[in-house]
């Protein structure tokens, strides 16, 4: 079903940035069906590099916390997560780590600030950083100075529905599951526009 979907996303008529595109400080990975999508719903964005280079990180150290409100999985969630995760009294490496990702010279006006994405953002970036029609070739990351997501778990926003799991997706395979806080997997952020 989540390939029927990136399909569809694929053959999106004439949008300003469609997937595939550099924008924004990274490569388009969702572009919105509704032409009269609001600000801030009208695509997604994903850092051409992992948050800390190559590093892993946990995402709750020494602790398991429910965060409030409860971080939703849907698109345009992730940044909404993210902020909530943050407000929590707790370390939360993963969310940091995306949260202080910069892009040298970004002048993206229209675009948030970095994130970790919700379960479906990271889902669908599986999806399309893999996906032959996505591609075309191989240059989906490395037209936009970028690298290829490692095949190994990143976490996302979305916290489990025990306080101590959240989200992830590996890379390798596209499998989401829930996994522990305290695993060390790797972030890549996402912004939308």
């Known amino acids: 079903m989540l390939q029927a ?3 569809a996303l694929n053959t999106i008529p004439a949008v300003a940035h469609p997937v595939g595109s550099c924008f924004g400080g990274g490569v388009v990975y969702y572009a919105s069906t509704d032409a009269n999508a609001p600000a801030g719903q009208k695509g997604l964005i994903a ?3 992992d ?3 190559s590093s892993t990180m946990a995402w709750q150290s020494g602790g398991s916390t429910t965060v409030t409100p409860t971080p939703q999985k849907t698109y345009f969630t992730g940044e909404t997560n993210t902020n909530a995760i943050l407000s929590t009294i707790g370390i939360f490496p993963a969310a940091s780590a995306a949260n202080s990702y910069t892009v040298d010279g970004d002048t993206c006006t229209a675009c948030t600030a970095w994130y970790l994405p ?3 953002e990271l889902a669908t970036l599986y999806a399309q ?3 032959s029609i996505a591609l075309g070739n191989t240059t989906f990351w490395s037209a936009c100075g970028g690298s290829t997501p490692a095949s190994a ?3 996302s926003s979305t916290q489990g529905t025990l306080n101590s799991q959240a989200f992830s997706v590996n890379f390798l395979t596209g499998i989401v599951t829930t996994s522990t806080n305290s695993s060390n997997f ?3 952020a996402v912004r939308a526009f």
């Open 51 to 53: 948050a800390l280079s």
């Open 186 to 188: 790797r972030v890549r």
């Open 5 to 7: 979907q990136v399909n």
């Open 153 to 155: 778990s990143y976490w």
């Open 129 to 131: 950083s893999t996906s």
């Open 47 to 49: 850092t051409p590099t």
């Open 118 to 120: 919700s379960q479906d």
